[in-house]
């Protein structure tokens, strides 16, 4: 049975610097893996899919890899913001189509 | 597009009563899906649909959970009879292939007292 655990749970670090969360999952049978913000009371928030072929995928400040062999996937925020202050969710997709498997989260505190 | 509708944005009930969720998906997304989210468990899929039948509802916790899918553009999720334990952020996402991103609604904050 595939598990997502996500470490640590919570961060809390000083604007501007650069963070990695971290993501491991069990199987490494995955079709994609997805990484998603979560802002409290609100909803999720795809911010970078990463397919199974892929190592890596970039958007703006954000920069998410893949190792499938090892069952890792890291998340870089470069030059954080209060602003990138959330809980940030991992969830892989087994190739069961639709069925995401998620992590429990990294709650993020960025510091002004 | 608004995005994935999900109402009400919250919901307060008495246990017994009956619970029903609503969920309009982007238009065109041919995948529907419902999750639920507690701080014990995170977020579980409960079930998903494809082109308005469901696939796998297996995630559905008890008989007392239902969901239909009526039309491309509508799908509710019911619970009966509710129970305190059901108190969680439902959340609706919807996909255009099932295999690639998923676009979350806001979620309804069901409290079951």
């Known amino acids: 049975k595939q598990e997502v655990t996500q470490i640590p749970a919570a961060l809390s670090v000083p604007e501007g610097e650069n963070l990695v969360l971290n993501c491991s999952f069990t199987d490494s049978a995955i079709y994609n893996l997805q990484w998603f913000r979560q802002d409290p009371g609100k909803g999720l928030t795809s911010l970078l899919l990463?397919?199974?072929?892929?190592r890596e995928q970039t958007s703006g400040r954000l920069n998410a890899s893949l190792d499938k062999s090892s069952g890792r996937s890291t998340l870089y925020i470069a030059a954080s913001q209060p602003g990138d202050s959330a809980t940030y969710l991992c969830?892989?997709?087994?190739?069961?189509?639709?069925?995401?498997?998620f992590g429990k989260g990294t709650k993020l505190s960025v510091k002004p | 597009d608004a995005g994935v509708i999900q109402s009400p944005r919250h919901e307060v009930t008495e246990m017994g009563q009956e619970v029903t969720l609503r969920c309009k998906p982007i238009s065109g997304h041919d995948y529907l899906f419902w999750y639920r989210q507690t701080m014990m468990r995170g977020l579980e899929l409960l079930i998903y649909?494809?082109?308005?039948?469901?696939?796998?509802d297996s995630g559905m916790p008890e008989d007392r959970f239902s969901a239909k899918m009526p039309n491309a553009s509508f799908s509710t999720l019911k619970i009966q009879p509710s129970e305190p334990r059901d108190s969680a952020v439902y959340f609706c996402?919807?996909?255009?292939?099932?295999?690639?991103?998923?676009?979350f609604g806001p979620g309804t904050r069901l409290t079951v007292l």
């Open positions: 649909f494809n082109n308005n039948v469901p696939i796998d």
């Open positions: 996402a919807s996909s255009p292939d099932g295999l690639g991103e998923q676009f």
């Open positions: 990463i397919q199974s072929s892929q």
């Open positions: 969830a892989v997709d087994g190739g069961s189509q639709g069925n995401l498997i």
